[in-house]
């Protein structure tokens, strides 16, 4: 047998043996593969890491050897898959390195199918081609089932949204419906593929990775729907191959450019804009990990990140905002604090004080100060626009004892205000820019339109429309003058007391009256 081709048997006393570990190789031993695995599924466990080169599967003995373009490519799967080993037909497989260098599978009988696979699978570069040529060459072992996906997303703590699942699955080919909705207390999706090829292997990546570090896990099946109704393009249900469906109960049409791929300017993914076709979804940020050519995708796993979890680039790990061109006559801590409070848990504020026109908001991560950014920053408040960045500070201190501050620094962090404390609270799928119109709930049954209509007219605001929800009277919209209107009075009347322990609940609206 050729020093280049791995000895199955010697593998495995090494392993049992009191050796160290083999040194990196590019060649990576996999074992306790169920039957019936093909080679497009081993290989596909490499895929997120680079380009796989070669392969050799030993059926019989439930083992393969996969061979990576580089030591750094498989360096970065091993790492990734050794606290949390990959699952192949719901049983856990072992990556480890092999002591060969490289594979030569030449004279290897029995290995027509899995090189045929394998080469269909690195050609998927060039288009969904690839994937159908590789399965065919397994002899047709895709399994039976339609385009369409059922997705569940588990501990659902950060908000999860319509353009989020996009820019996640769209990795794996063209998607061209979405509609998200909850059943028995759980946040799901249904999502459908152009092409049944494109789900088969979304799911096998995705399934049961986490969106955020601990937290959105996803539970993938396939739906026994063949074809998805979408009536309405808006934040809940989106026809991608059809722009001209309204945004629901007739209000207006979606924009041309929500339709587009990656227009999610208020999503904190950057856009995709490598190469066309299947783009692996795992990658490395850049200085904490191995380089892997190809693996740049929107979601991004680390060598220091929890095992089985996806953290997302570009959000740094400081969750404290530098605000500033605030009015120094009109704003409070607590006006931040409520304010910010609308796109994450405030912590802590704090008012400069010798520049009161300068604050530091502190949240409670790094994700919910990013969503402020996104949608405050550039915002109008009290004749001034406001400015919001991250800040060099990890924390906000609190005064010391006897330190003068006028209370210009407040702690909020076991506030009852908090909006996301509650993993399963609904407030995590309303999260909208500020708006004229308002969202009002918990609105006792004794409080008329013209009470509340005179309570924002008692606070400057100019009320342009008002209606109660018909099949919740403790809900209603109540739409203002101008966006900077909507924006105080939301500071102003949020947790208005109206007795007997009734507190009024503002959040902004995506509708309009």
């Known amino acids: 047998m050729s020093n280049s081709t791995p000895a199955t048997d010697n593998e495995k006393k090494k392993s049992k043996g009191s050796r160290l570990p083999c040194s990196p190789s590019r060649v990576l031993h996999i074992r306790q593969i169920p039957n019936g695995v093909t080679g ?24 393969a050897f996969l061979e990576m373009a580089s030591v750094d490519a498989a360096v970065s799967m091993v790492n990734y898959y050794t606290p949390a080993p990959p699952h192949l037909h719901n049983q856990p497989v072992y990556i480890q390195y092999s002591n060969y260098k490289e594979l030569r599978t030449d004279n290897q009988h029995n290995q027509a199918r899995p090189q045929a696979a394998l080469q269909g699978v690195n050609a998927v570069q060039h288009g969904n081609l690839g994937i159908t040529n590789a399965l065919a060459a397994e002899g047709g072992v895709l399994p039976s089932h339609g ?56 799911k096998m990546s995705l399934d049961g990775h986490s969106i955020y570090s601990g937290c959105c896990t996803l539970r993938i099946d396939f739906s026994k729907l063949t074809n998805l109704t979408v009536k309405y393009n808006n934040d809940k249900s989106r026809d991608f191959t059809r722009i001209d469906l309204p945004f629901g109960d007739g209000q207006r049409t979606v924009e041309t450019s929500l339709s587009t791929p990656f227009a999610t300017q208020n999503t904190v993914f950057p856009p995709y804009t490598g190469p066309p076709g299947f783009v692996p979804p ?37 969750s404290v905002l530098l605000v500033s061109n605030l009015n120094p006559e009109a704003i409070t801590p607590y006006g931040l604090f409520i304010l910010f409070g609308v796109y994450g848990d405030v912590h802590r504020v ?61 702690d909020y962090s076991n506030s009852p205000l908090h909006r996301f404390k509650n993993p399963c609270s609904k407030n995590f799928q309303n999260i909208f820019p500020p708006s004229a119109t308002l969202h009002l709930s ?42 900077e209107e909507a924006v105080h009075a939301l500071i102003e009347l949020h947790n208005h007391d109206f007795g007997e322990n009734q507190h009024l609940r503002v959040s902004f609206s995506k509708s309009s009256i």
Do not use: W
């Open 350 to 410: 704090k008012i400069m004080f010798k520049k009161r026109g300068i604050a530091l908001v502190q949240m409670a991560d790094a994700t919910q100060a990013q969503l402020a950014i996104n949608y405050l920053n550039g915002q109008r408040l009290y004749g001034r626009v406001m400015h919001a960045t991250l800040s060099k500070y990890q924390t906000i201190q609190l005064p010391r004892e006897g330190q003068e501050d006028k209370g210009l620094t407040k």
């Open 442 to 483: 918990n609105i006792p049954p004794s409080v008329t339109v013209d009470d509340l209509k005179n309570l924002f007219t008692s606070k400057g605001s100019t009320v342009k429309g008002f209606k109660f929800f018909q099949k919740d009277c403790k809900m209603a919209l109540i739409q203002l003058g101008s966006v």
């Open 282 to 318: 795992l990658g490395f940020h850049q200085g904490t990990g191995p380089a892997v050519p190809g693996a740049l995708g929107p979601l991004t796993v680390t060598t220091s990140a929890a095992p089985g979890h996806m953290t997302i680039p570009g959000i740094p790990g400081n």
């Open 40 to 63: 497009a599924e081993v290989v596909s466990l490499g895929l997120p890491f680079g380009k796989v080169t070669n392969l050799l599967m030993l059926r019989g003995k439930g083992q």
């Open 147 to 202: 385009s369409v996906l059922r997705i569940v997303v588990e501990n659902v703590f950060y908000p999860v949204t319509l353009d989020i699942l996009y820019q996640i699955f769209s990795k794996f080919g063209f998607v061209l419906k979405i509609v998200m909705f909850h059943k028995n207390n759980q946040f799901q999706a249904l999502l459908q593929y152009a092409d049944a090829t494109n789900a088969y292997y979304a």
